[in-house]
Nanobody, 115 residues
Framework: QVHIVESGGGLVQPGGSLTLSCETSGSVVDIGTMRWYRQAPGKERELVAS???????YVANSVKGRFSVSRDNAKSAEFLQMGNLQPDDTAVYSC?????????WGQGTQVTVST
């Protein structure tokens, strides 16, 4: 089993920055591709960014140039650096990971961009 905990969400003003963290723990050592999804009220879930174990990254066009993704394989952790946040970025951000025993989700962390 893999346990996932996201942190770093909160309330931020437009133009502000946040860094989200996704920490994994459990019996699985080899964490594969790690992803960040977000879902805003009334909208479909959106893939925001992903990073393979080797470090290849994907960032959605909607956040390109403002968000970046990174990971620490030694800590089995993933990070989402978010800059120039806008109200449309308000959503629950969730971490998703591939492992040899399956795909796992975290509970999510709320990001609210508002004055």
């Amino acid at each position: 089993q893999v346990h996932i905990v996201e942190s770093g969400g909160g309330l931020v003003q437009p133009g502000g920055s946040l860094t989200l963290s996704c920490e994994t723990s459990g019996s699985v050592v080899d964490i594969g591709t790690m992803r960040w999804y977000r879902q805003a009220p009334g909208k479909e879930r959106e893939l925001v960014a992903s990073i393979t174990r080797a470090g290849s990254t994907y960032v959605a066009n909607s956040v390109k140039g403002r968000f970046s993704v990174s990971r620490d394989n030694a800590k089995s952790a993933e990070f989402l650096q978010m800059g120039n946040l806008q109200p449309d970025d308000t959503a629950v951000y969730s971490c998703n990971v591939d492992t040899p025993i399956g795909n796992f989700w975290g509970q999510g962390t709320q990001v609210t961009v508002s004055t």
